[in-house]
Every structure is written in structure tokens, then in C-alpha cells.
């Protein structure tokens, strides 16, 4: 059962806007995607991991790398067990794999990311 | 930010072999220590949280063990389905940030 599905990237030039999508589904966010806090995780071209961006549960709480803060903006809509990442001012090395992943949280303490989708693929060139 | 340091980067090994990966924090961050494994064009899988609790369905012969800024991942008996990149991940302090990997590969 597909679990998390990301849409959106593509090509797009520097200084350019792009939105991704991450639409959960199955068992896990059944019946509610809201419990869950959310991140979205990117991967440049033969590169390690890089946590871009991570959402509470009810959306009020929002974090960011140092490197997006304020060009990317982090949402969610849980009536629709929707992620969202919304990224503007586009740069070279945006380039990456994005993957969108759930929090897997203990009783006071998150403990590591147990759910990834496959990744949306995200080229930034002129 | 937090620095996570892997070693090493890169790893061969044989069918069967002990292996261990070190991840070094650049501060003290308790337990809230995570490592991941990703094969090529694949996402990452949790492999162990809490950095010594083994996630459901991960083979016992993974193992973890650490607290404060010293950690490691050991595999007991390397398997052909083992050889891929491992990352640990520090879970104590946002940004959240990864080691920058340690490849293990069939030598």
C-alpha cells in the first residue's frame, strides 16, 4: 500500500518557484494524518542526506535548515492528509531528490523518520 | 548545529563479517541518535532508534550502542542484502543533521 507518494518537482530555472505535494495514505494515516509531525529530507546527485524542513502535527510549530530559511515555506492540510513544500528564490545547489517523511515520535522525544516516500526529483539550471 | 561525524566513509567487507560504523556528535545529545540504511536509487529505512532500539523487522544482527557523543552501528554478520550506505542522524536538537554516510561495500 502506497504510504507516502511526493509530486511537484522538475526543472526549473535560478530564481524560480516550484511546489511539492506529499499525499499520505494507508493504514498508518488512517483514520487521521494530524497525529504525526512531518519533514521533508533532500539528497543532492551522489550526495549524503540533508533535513530540510520538519512541520508539527497540527501544523503550528515549523522548522527549517539555515539554508531555506525564508525561501521555503513548510504546510499541511490534515482534511486532506496533505505536505506541502512551497519553494521559492530557487538556487543551483537545490538540486536534489526531496524526499517527504513522517516522524516516528516516543512519549517525549521523537525518535528518527520510519516512513519515506520515493523521492521527487528537483533541477534547478538555466 | 549539531555535527555529526561517520567513520569510516567508506567500508569493504566480506559475506559474514563484523562490521562497525562510529558516529561522532560535536555536543552531547543524550540517546536521540537514529541510523538509517539506503541502497542505491532507494529511500532511506530506519534502522534503529534511540541509538540502540532495533526497529520492527530489522534483523537482529544489527545492533546499536552510545549515549552522550560517541555511537556505533555494528552488523554481526554481514549479509548480501547489507551492502549499502548507513547514516546516523541526531535527533537532540533542531536542525536535525545526518553523518554524511559511510558506504559499505563487497570487497
Known amino acids: 500500500e502506497v504510504q507516502l507518494l511526493e509530486s511537484g518537482g522538475g526543472l526549473v530555472q535560478p530564481g524560480g518557484s516550484l511546489r511539492l505535494s506529499c499525499a499520505a495514505s494507508g493504514s498508518t494515516f488512517s483514520p487521521s494524518f494530524s497525529p504525526y509531525a512531518m519533514n521533508w529530507v533532500r539528497q543532492a546527485p551522489g550526495e549524503g542526506l540533508d533535513w530540510v524542513s520538519a512541520?508539527?502535527?497540527?501544523?503550528?510549530?515549523?522548522y527549517y535548515a539555515d539554508s531555506v530559511k525564508g525561501r521555503f515555506t513548510i504546510s499541511r492540510d490534515n482534511s486532506k492528509n496533505m505536505l506541502y513544500l512551497q519553494m521559492n528564490s530557487l538556487r543551483v545547489e537545490d538540486t536534489a531528490v526531496y524526499y517527504c517523511?513522517?516522524?516516528?515520535?516516543?512519549?517525549?522525544?521523537?525518535?528518527?523518520?520510519?516512513?519515506w516516500g520515493q523521492g521527487t526529483t528537483v533541477t534547478v539550471s538555466s | 548545529d549539531i555535527q555529526l561525524t561517520q567513520s569510516p566513509s567508506f567500508l569493504s567487507a566480506s559475506v559474514g563479517d563484523r562490521v562497525t560504523i562510529t558516529c561522532r556528535a560535536s555536543q552531547g545529545i543524550a540517546i536521540y541518535l537514529a541510523w538509517y540504511q539506503q541502497k542505491p536509487g532507494k529511500a532511506p529505512k530506519l534502522l534503529i532508534y534511540?541509538?540502540?532500539t532495533l526497529q520492527s523487522g530489522v534483523p537482529s544482527r544489527f545492533s546499536g550502542s552510545g549515549s552522550g557523543t560517541g555511537f556505533t552501528l555494528t552488523i554481526s554478520s554481514l549479509q548480501p542484502e547489507d551492502f549499502a550506505t548507513y547514516y546516523c542522524q541526531q535527533l537532540h536538537d533542531y536542525p536535525w543533521t545526518f553523518g554524511q554516510g559511510t558506504k559499505v561495500e563487497i570487497k
Open positions: 517523511t513522517k516522524m516516528f515520535a516516543g512519549a517525549s522525544s521523537y525518535h528518527g523518520m520510519d516512513i
Open positions: 534511540a541509538a540502540s
Open positions: 512541520i508539527s502535527g497540527s501544523g503550528a510549530s515549523t
